[in-house]
Structure formats: C-alpha cells, structure tokens
C-alpha cells in the first residue's frame, strides 16, 4: 500500500468485531490493538494489565465522578484509563498503518485523515451462539452477557463522545455479519481499503 491508512472497529458483542480486525491485520500486515492497547497503557503507567481490564470499556458511573477535579490526576481509573488510551490511539495512527478495535477510536480520529471506520453487528441469536462457541461464555447466561455487554459499550461510547453507538452517521461502513457472514464483511472492507488507498 503506498498511503497510510487507520481502520477503526466498533463491533456489537459477538459480531466478529475483534476477529475481522485480526484477519485484516494479517492480510495488510498492520499491527491490530484491541486489548493490546492495555497492556501497553499498563505498562506505561505501572500498573497491571488485569488491573486495568475490569475497567475496559466501562462506563463511568456519575455519582463515581462527584467530586472530582478534572484536571487533576485524582480521577476515577475509567477516566485514566480512557484518557490514556484515547491519546495512544492518536499516537499510534499519527506514526504508522494499523487497526483499533473498540474503545471509541473513531471518536479519537474524527479530525484524522485517511481513516476508515467501520461498525459491525449482527442478529442477537447469532451473536449469542458466537458468544457461546467462540467466547466460551456459558449457554444458560449467553444472552444475559451479550445484553450487558452491548449495554456497557453504547453507554461508554455515548458517555465519552456524547454521540449514539452503531449510529451509521459517525461510521463509513456498517456491516451485518449475521447477513453477510465475516468472510465477506472482511472481503469488502478489503476492496474498499484496496482502492481506496493504493
């Protein structure tokens, strides 16, 4: 590829979000930060990764903030941690190709050039059975997870960027993996990159 380029990947829980980023990844030979972004936060921040990852992509809860001074280095660790990753994204694209999974990335790159974001989602009961067969969560609370899960995201990424989750206005691209199945959302996002870039 001759231009740089950011992909960046909002995904509904079992869609294949983190899977399609990872086969991108290696078909144009990027790098691909998922939870990757966390460990190298931690590490840069001296704390441990497992630390850091019940926070992930949590929303802040409001009376948890009461009290605190923005500019200070008192704030509640959801908003270290999302301030932290929100300036290594911006690091990481300014310096080279690569893609981001989650962690409202698209809202980090929105005054970017040669970005591409992209939202994947798909039916509940294909997402559910994704849950169960690739996550190993457990069949009896599949769609209690995928619930919480999804309701976790739409309200981090609403509470960070005061805009909706999987609203196709803040994306270039939505694609249902229950329709089109991850091969062929992974083939069009491909071609789009493809021509668009070289």
Same mark, same amino acid.
């Given at each position: 590829?001759?231009?740089?380029?950011?992909? +960046?990947? =909002?995904? #509904?829980?079992?869609? =294949? =979000?983190? #899977?399609?980023?990872? %086969? !991108?990844? $290696? &078909?144009?030979?990027?790098?691909?930060?998922?939870?990757?972004?966390? /460990?190298?936060?931690?590490?840069?921040?001296?704390?441990?990764? #497992?630390?850091?990852?019940?926070?992930?992509?949590?929303?802040?809860?409001?009376?948890?903030?009461?009290?605190?001074?923005?500019?200070? @280095?008192? !704030?509640?660790? @959801?908003?270290?941690?999302?301030? *932290?990753?929100?300036?290594?994204?911006?690091? !990481? $694209?300014?310096? *080279?190709?690569?893609?981001?999974?989650?962690?409202?990335?698209?809202? $980090?790159?929105?005054?970017?050039?040669?970005?591409?974001?992209?939202?994947?989602? =798909?039916?509940?009961?294909? %997402?559910? %059975?994704?849950?169960?067969? #690739?996550?190993?969560?457990?069949?009896?609370?599949?769609?209690?997870?995928?619930?919480?899960?999804?309701?976790?995201?739409?309200?981090?990424?609403? &509470?960070? /960027?005061?805009? &909706?989750?999987?609203?196709? *206005? @803040?994306?270039? !691209?939505?694609?249902? /993996?229950?329709?089109?199945?991850?091969?062929? $959302? +992974? %083939?069009?996002?491909? @071609?789009?990159?493809?021509?668009?870039?070289?």
């Amino acid at each position: 590829m001759k231009d740089k380029f950011v992909i +960046t990947i =909002g995904r #509904e829980y079992g869609s =294949g =979000g983190g #899977e399609i980023g990872r %086969r !991108l990844a $290696a &078909y144009f030979n990027i790098p691909c930060y998922d939870k990757e972004l966390l /460990t190298i936060v931690a590490k840069e921040s001296g704390y441990c990764k #497992e630390y850091f990852e019940k926070y992930d992509e949590k929303p802040l809860k409001v009376l948890s903030y009461f009290g605190y001074d923005y500019g200070s @280095n008192n !704030l509640p660790i @959801n908003h270290q941690l999302f301030l *932290k990753q929100f300036n290594l994204i911006q690091k !990481l $694209a300014s310096e *080279k190709s690569c893609i981001f999974v989650g962690r409202a990335s698209n809202y $980090a790159l929105k005054d970017f050039d040669n970005v591409f974001n992209i939202f994947i989602h =798909g039916e509940f009961e294909f %997402r559910r %059975r994704r849950a169960i067969i #690739e996550h190993n969560v457990k069949e009896e609370i599949s769609a209690s997870v995928v619930k919480k899960i999804d309701k976790e995201r739409a309200s981090y990424y609403k &509470y960070y /960027t005061d805009s &909706y989750w999987g609203d196709a *206005k @803040n994306y270039h !691209l939505c694609l249902d /993996t229950s329709f089109i199945g991850i091969d062929e $959302a +992974t %083939r069009m996002i491909i @071609n789009f990159v493809e021509k668009r870039y070289k």
